[in-house]
């Protein structure tokens, strides 16, 4: 009779998220899903024994938020004091560089797919516009959404914009691979735009969309008031709209109001949204996905993420993209929402890395916890022998050559110890 599992793997540490660490734990694997997880001598045979030693396995890692497409960007454009000098580096160079359907532009995404492989991601929220990422992501066996982003200050027909580009991404979905449509943010989208997301979202299954909000206090004092740098820049890339009317509130509500933000909205950043923005923006049941070390990166300031917890949020993480970042090493993000919440519980800023990012992609039933039924695309991540907080471990800054990427395929049969 074949034994019970596949694989079995054993650990100085087991961290599941769903539930506390197991010392001396195991993960047994069988046609590559969990079939069960538990601590000590007595686990079930398998055909592979992998013995890990000073290891703490946990969930592979779920980028909530990233722009592949920028990736041939990085080191292009530098850290900046305030976010409209760091837009304006971004359009400079990508006016100097980027030819439209420059296939060179396929390397660097290729590249940084791989990087976060190699890292421990196992699926991704991405936003394109050019749409070269799905067919990589596919390609890649990397699980994702990718969110088609639309802007337009400017337009009246919303229907249309999001026709024309259900119209334009169709046939790029693939293996693995969702397309969602998605607004830009506040700044760079019409009411009317926002309205035909927003019904095209909530038909879809399961209902999803994408939005950048509240990242910069320009932002907010475009929706405050009707002026301020937003307005200025706008107005001299001839994208203002005469007539529109400031909402006279936060990004948050205005967006609340709008119905954009709901259950199956990522709403990404919020570093200036107010305790009750934030309070609404969790009762919706949306997901606030939070880029510090990018949010640092272009100017707006550390996001609160103890607010956040605070709040009840549903929270998840992403890097952001290559030209807000030095890497998209989920792990150096959660060394950063250590410093910015060093309160609070360890397995709490885990989950936003692994179940909260899954859920939120509608990937929760596949990733985010190492339990039964689940996928086993785990990551092994070295600790010191001796370890007492496995979880704890896990945030200081893990670097790459910690990290073991484990997918069961990718076994022989052999015994490792």
């Given amino acids: 009779m074949d034994p019970a599992a596949d694989l079995l793997l054993r650990a100085a540490w087991v961290c599941p998220i769903a539930t506390p660490p197991l010392r001396d734990g195991w993960v047994a694997v069988r046609d590559g899903r969990i079939s069960e997880v538990g601590q000590g001598a007595r686990a079930p045979e398998a055909r592979h024994v992998d013995v890990l030693g000073d290891v703490a396995v946990m969930p592979g890692l779920v980028n909530a938020h990233t722009h592949l497409e920028l990736s041939w960007l990085r080191d292009r454009v530098p850290p900046r004091g305030d976010f409209l000098t760091w837009v304006g580096g971004l359009m400079a160079a990508r006016r100097s560089m980027e030819q439209p359907g420059d296939p060179t532009t396929d390397g660097p995404a290729r590249a940084a797919i791989a990087d976060m492989r190699a890292t421990g991601t196992v699926a991704v929220g991405d936003i394109a516009n050019a749409l070269i990422t799905p067919r990589l992501l596919a390609e890649a066996r990397m699980p994702a959404v990718v969110f088609h982003e639309l802007l337009g200050f400017r337009v009246t027909d919303g229907r249309r914009h999001v026709e024309e580009a259900l119209v334009r991404h169709g046939a790029l979905a693939g293996e693995g691979v969702r397309l969602a449509v998605a607004p830009h943010a506040p700044f760079s989208v019409s009411p009317e735009l926002f309205g035909a997301i927003r019904d095209?979202?909530?038909?879809?299954?399961?209902?999803?969309?994408?939005?950048?909000?509240?990242?910069?206090?320009?932002?907010?004092?475009?929706?405050?008031?009707?002026?301020?740098?937003?307005?200025?820049?706008?107005?001299?890339?001839?994208?203002?709209?005469?007539?529109?009317?400031?909402?006279?509130?936060?990004?948050?509500?205005?967006?609340?109001?709008?119905?954009?933000?709901?259950?199956?909205?990522l709403v990404v950043h919020g570093v200036q949204l107010t305790d009750a923005e934030l309070a609404r923006i969790a009762a919706s049941g949306a997901t606030l996905v939070t880029c510090p070390r990018s949010n640092a990166w272009v100017g707006v300031g550390d996001p609160p993420i103890e607010r956040f917890l605070a709040s009840g949020v549903r929270l998840a993480l992403g890097t952001d993209s290559l030209a807000s970042a030095p890497d998209l090493n989920l792990f150096s993000e959660l060394a950063t929402l250590r410093r910015l919440a060093p309160r609070a519980p360890a397995r709490r800023l885990l989950a936003a890395a692994t179940q909260g990012g899954a859920d939120a992609l509608g990937l929760g039933v596949d990733f985010g916890a190492i339990v039964p039924g689940r996928h086993a695309r785990v990551v092994a991540v070295d600790i010191a022998p001796g370890t007492r907080d496995p979880e704890e471990a896990l945030l200081d800054g893990v670097t790459r050559d910690r990290i073991r990427a484990i997918d069961p395929t990718g076994y022989d049969g052999s015994v490792h110890r």
């Fill in 200 to 265: 095209w979202a909530a038909g879809a299954t399961p209902p999803i969309t994408s939005v950048h909000v509240a990242e910069s206090p320009e932002e907010v004092e475009l929706l405050a008031t009707g002026g301020g740098p937003w307005r200025d820049r706008l107005n001299a890339l001839g994208a203002w709209r005469e007539g529109w009317v400031a909402p006279g509130c936060g990004p948050g509500d205005y967006l609340c109001d709008l119905g954009v933000i709901d259950q199956g909205t």
